[in-house]
């Protein structure tokens, strides 16, 4: 049975924030998309819960965090995101919990963003790859610090030299999940989509996959996606929205 085509999603927004548990996370298959938002002019502002410093195994954690860190400032460069922050919480064993709500509500509440994106949270990518636990635990927690940011009486004490409480996000988006129903065309900004995820050499390296070919493998992903919205290349993201009755 052919998949079911997607909608695609509301662009009527101008500020966003991607939370993600590592450098390289935006870069395997949204990177095209946020591309696509900045050129519109639409503000992204990425945030790193991890610096990946456990992601390459030839390197210490001390040398893989500054290196990791470098170039997840330069692949944000390629697809125009200034902003890059990273909460160095340690890579590979991140908890959801309140720990991790409450800091994830505190960038919400510094950036005030209408859209939140963040990772697929599902337990696999649709298969039986089964996802990374940073990944379920950041993107669960992303989800729920959403409500949480917008109530003044959770991590009430954020509230302070001028913080509010914000609940002006619209929607939560998370990008590569098995259940989405929507997409972005990503036609036009494909190849620096491929450009930022070249950015994370060392990362590509370290990995040890012979013969990998960026482009090659975030086609593997974007013409399928592209075919179910009607374009070329496009990428997926199941939506969830934080206002009753949409």
């Known amino acids: ?49 991890t ?41 590979g064993i991140v908890e959801y919990g309140v720990p ?6 505190e960038v919400i509440r510094k950036h005030k963003p209408e859209i939140v994106i963040t990772n697929n949270f599902r337990e696999t990518w649709g298969g039986s790859m089964p996802n990374q636990a940073d990944h379920i635990a950041v993107g669960k927690a992303s989800l729920n610090a959403v409500s949480d940011a917008g109530n003044r009486w959770i991590f009430s ?23 989405s129903k929507h997409g972005v065309d990503t036609t036009e900004t494909f190849d620096r989509g491929v450009a930022s995820l070249m950015a994370h050499k060392a990362y590509i390296d370290g990995l040890g996959w012979e013969h990998f070919d960026p482009a090659e493998f975030l086609e593997g ?7 179910r919205l009607g ?12 206002s009753w009755g949409e």
């Open 157 to 179: 004490e954020q509230l302070i030299d001028g913080v509010e409480p914000w609940g002006g996000v619209k929607q939560v988006w998370a990008a590569g999940s098995p259940d």
């Open 51 to 91: 610096s990946g410093e456990a992601g390459i195994d030839g390197m210490t954690p001390d040398q893989a965090r500054e290196v990791r860190i470098g170039e997840q400032i330069e692949s944000g460069k390629i697809v125009g995101v200034e902003v890059v922050e990273f909460l160095g919480l340690p890579d």
């Open 100 to 105: 991790l709500r409450r800091v994830i509500a």
């Open 1 to 49: 049975m052919d998949p079911l085509p997607l909608e695609p999603v509301d662009e009527s927004w101008e500020t966003a924030l991607v939370v993600v548990a590592h450098p390289d996370d935006v870069e395997f298959g949204a990177a095209a998309a946020v591309a696509r938002w900045t050129d519109q002019g639409k503000a992204v502002v990425y945030c790193m819960v």
């Open 231 to 242: 374009v070329t290349h496009a990428a997926p993201f199941e939506v969830f929205s934080m």
């Open 221 to 227: 992903m974007s013409r399928p996606t592209g075919s």
